[in-house]
């Protein structure tokens, strides 16, 4: 197609130079306000104006090159015969193919290539090989890409003085929105001015959170209840319980009362399984857990001291940092603390002392995150102090798993919801760790910068594709992760338990032989005890040392004579001469033997 414009002004005048001069500034025209107009002019304040922050998008069209296709033809030629048949000449092929014919290897040939030839149509007519036989089964997905992430969309704290994000829940019905905590935990260090608000946010408007929940003290842990999503259970940084309902607006719908809630701030929350679905745990620093039921808090149902002496003092119990309650277990649950010591309990018990069953000692530091397998629950993660570890019920003296020590502090931990050997970590220097131990056990199987302050929070939405990581400013970031670390492998549930019963076997037997050397130890120290000896000599180390050479030189003589003696027990005997032999030969092969006797003998230097 030609473009053809055409021009209808002459020449001279278009494309003509412009020619600029100074000169003075003259007034054309002025026109003074009008007083009746200035009265009707509304002042509106604030002005509300809509901006777009989305990232601008343009779509380009671009011209490829395109190939050039045609049809060409093959020009076959027969082949294969002799020098002296010219092929092009009609009678001598003729006659060629008459004489090969006749011949009985050409017919026995032909026959065999048929047969083959039949049971080819055969099968071909049996089976369609076109025909797809398993389109009902499900395809098992393998995980071949290599494992990412990616950030979706990031929620920032909307106050001027940034607070860190201390807890995330993600809303039960659909996962549409996410309540965040925001609270200061340095003791008297919070600045003047610092708001005491939380936020609920919707994932598609990052801008601005949907409904602000206003407590009397900051709060530290915020949860969703999951059979009513419109109850949120709080805890505060004065140790209270605080419960809203959305429908109800952005105040406090039930409170405890300050004398018999937490002397210190309430770390941890948790929903637990009931009829009614009010009832729930918290658990301070304090050392206590307490049992609350939202319809009625004006005190806690029941308190359990975390003191492991069994003396129910206080003074001597340890502070609780997180909370674990797994609905399959109804009459457990287990404690993270300050000390890196996790105490399982019994709610169901009578007794006081009947409350702490057993306790697993591994961390050198706090527990920030304590959560059960959700596919073998007898399993729990533990994040404290430099490591992950992973415990198991069955052994409790070590845990059977754990990474690496880290030159990062660990904040929070959690599993996978959909991949039993997939769990997250987060760390001091704003950095995600996501571990399959599967794909491998040494290193984090996906290490992500998200930002450059610390990370102090993470959740796991219902999936597993989308992770909250919360910050030291109070930004919480929303990532999503590759389909290989949210989809469940072939044979991973199989792998991830015979993994986890071998571990358990091997600390078992590990524990056994520490526990038995302690006894031997023990023994020897008991029996020193009762049977002192005085006046015993000092021993010479040299004389030990050397004592020790000869034995273990002695050893290894003994062992190379008894090798000797065996080889020579197992040299093959020389075979018998044939008796069937001549005469004529033996002479031969005697004076054969002779002559290379003869030969191979050396001559001593002087001798003729």
């Known amino acids: 197609m030609e473009i053809v414009y055409v021009y209808v002004k002459k020449r001279s005048e278009f494309g003509k130079q412009c020619n600029f001069s100074d000169r003075q500034a003259e007034l054309n025209i002025d026109i003074p306000p009008n007083p009746e107009l200035a009265k009707q002019f509304v002042e509106r304040n604030p002005v509300d104006t809509g901006i777009q922050c989305s990232t601008s998008m343009s779509e380009h069209e671009a011209n490829t090159e395109r190939f050039e296709m045609e049809t060409r033809g093959v020009n076959h030629i027969e082949g294969g015969w002799p020098k002296d048949v010219n092929p092009l000449e009609l009678e001598q092929t003729i006659r060629f193919r008459k004489k090969v014919e006749k011949d009985e290897n050409y017919i026995n040939t032909i026959m065999q290539l048929g047969s083959i030839m039949e049971h080819c149509i055969k099968q071909n007519n049996a089976i369609d090989i076109y025909q797809e036989y398993f389109d009902d089964e499900d395809a098992v997905e ?29 809303h039960p019905d659909g996962n549409r929105k996410l309540a965040v905590a925001y609270s200061c935990l340095n003791f008297q260090r919070a600045p003047e001015g610092m708001s005491n608000e939380s936020y609920i946010w919707d994932l598609e408007n990052p801008n601005r959170p949907e409904i602000a929940l206003k407590p009397s003290s900051p709060l530290v842990t915020l949860e969703y209840n999951p059979k009513d999503s419109h109850v949120l259970l709080a805890g505060c940084y004065n140790g209270q319980i605080a419960c809203w309902d959305t429908r109800k607006g952005s105040l406090v719908a039930e409170l405890s009362t300050i004398e018999f809630s937490h002397r210190d701030p309430v770390y941890s929350t948790i929903w637990l399984q009931s009829k009614t679905g009010t009832e729930c745990f918290s658990s301070s620093t304090d050392g206590q857990v307490m049992w609350w039921d939202v319809r009625k808090m004006t005190e806690p149902t029941e308190v359990v001291i975390l003191d492991i002496t069994r003396n129910e ?14 609905s399959t277990l109804p009459t457990k649950f287990m404690v993270g603390t300050e000390q890196g010591i996790v105490i399982s309990c019994n709610r169901k018990a009578k007794t006081s002392a009947e409350k702490i069953v057993c306790t697993f000692s591994g961390h050198h530091g706090p527990i920030y995150a304590l959560q059960r397998n959700p596919f073998y629950p007898k399993n729990f993660l533990t994040v404290g102090d430099w490591t992950a570890r992973i415990w198991s019920e069955d052994s409790r003296e070590s845990s059977i798993m754990w990474t690496k020590y880290h030159m990062a502090y660990l904040t929070d931990g959690a599993w996978s919801p959909v991949r039993p050997a997939v769990f997250f970590t987060t760390k001091m220097d704003g950095t995600l760790d996501i571990w399959d131990f599967v794909f491998k056990q040494c290193d984090p199987a996906l290490s992500l910068k998200v930002c450059d302050e610390a990370l102090f929070c993470l959740r796991l939405q219902d999936n597993g594709c989308f992770i909250a990581c919360g910050s030291q400013l109070g930004t919480t970031t929303l990532l999503e992760v590759s389909s290989g670390l949210c989809t469940l492998q072939r044979n991973e549930k199989n792998t991830v338990s015979s993994m986890f019963e071998r571990e358990t076997r091997r600390e078992k037997i590990l524990e056994a032989r520490h526990r038995e050397m302690r006894l031997k130890e023990k023994g020897k120290a008991e029996g020193k005890d009762d049977d002192p000896r005085e006046g015993e000599p000092a021993l010479n180390l040299e004389e030990l040392v050397t004592k020790a050479e000869e034995e273990f030189f002695d050893v290894i003589f003994t062992e190379l004579k008894k090798r000797e003696a065996e080889a020579m027990k197992q040299k093959p005997k020389p075979l018998k001469q044939p008796s069937l032999e001549t005469e004529e030969e033996v002479e031969g092969e005697e004076e054969g033997a002779e002559e290379r006797d003869c030969e191979e003998s050396p001559t001593l230097e002087g001798q003729p």
């Open 142 to 170: 393998v995980m071949e890409e290599a494992p990412s992430a990616k950030t979706i969309n990031v929620f920032r704290d909307p106050q001027e003085i940034k607070r860190p994000a201390t807890h995330i829940s993600w």
């Open 313 to 326: 003092r206080l003074e001597h119990a340890l502070g609780a940092l997180s909370l674990e309650f797994e």
